[in-house]
């Protein structure tokens, strides 16, 4: 069994193997003029983009630089 990875936080000095993460995606709709429906594209979508942060002091966290 391997060694669990953790994170420290260089902030508040807490450690833990959890960070948070806040994602925006665009999902793709069609858009039906005559009955006003949405249907969604299916596995149509892009992660717009990604931040980490401590679960702890929510301070923003740059894991490039803590690898």
């Given at each position: 069994?391997?060694?669990?990875?953790?994170?420290?936080?260089?902030?508040?000095?807490?450690?833990?193997?959890?960070?948070?993460?806040?994602?925006?995606?665009?999902?793709?709709?069609?858009?039906?003029?005559?009955?006003?429906?949405?249907?969604?594209?299916?596995?149509d979508?892009?992660?717009?983009?990604?931040?980490?942060?401590?679960?702890?002091?929510?301070?923003?966290?740059?894991?490039?630089?803590?690898?």
């Open positions: 069994m391997g060694k669990l990875k953790t994170y420290t936080c260089k902030y508040c000095k807490n450690t833990n193997e959890l960070i948070g993460i806040v994602q925006k995606e665009a999902h793709y709709y069609s858009w039906n003029l005559d009955t006003k429906q949405m249907e969604d594209f299916h596995g979508e892009s992660v717009e983009s990604q931040k980490l942060f401590c679960l702890n002091c929510n301070e923003k966290i740059d894991l490039a630089n803590n690898i």
